[in-house]
């Protein structure tokens, strides 16, 4: 796998305590992750007003570089798709 694909995307994982489905969506995108050499991280959104706000009826949300993908279920493959665009975008 060349160094820039799709490394160029990182994910992020809203999440709070005690979801359910954040556990499964934890699962998915960590092995997603693994696999690819993808960086990822997890934000809490009972942290920030703003995300709670934000997210609070939608969680779990992916986020690839900052951007909503997806919510509520993590599809592997919906987001192996989306780090491909997404490292194909950050090597044009």
């Known amino acids: 796998m060349p160094a820039d ?3 160029a995307a990182t994910i992020t994982l ?9 556990d499964e969506a934890r699962a998915v995108i ?4 693994a ?3 993808v960086p ?9 007003e ?11 949300v992916t986020l690839i ?3 909503q993908h997806d919510f509520w279920h993590v ?9 491909a665009a997404a490292g194909a975008a950050g090597t044009a």
């Open 65 to 67: 570089n900052g951007v």
């Open 14 to 22: 809203l999440s709070r305590p005690g979801c359910h489905l954040c």
């Open 5 to 7: 694909a799709p490394a």
């Open 75 to 83: 599809s592997e493959q919906r987001l192996r798709a989306a780090l």
């Open 40 to 48: 990822w991280e997890e934000r809490d959104i009972t942290q920030s």
């Open 30 to 33: 960590s092995w997603v992750a």
């Open 50 to 60: 703003r995300d709670l706000q934000d997210y609070w009826d939608k969680i779990p």
């Open 35 to 37: 696999d690819l050499g």
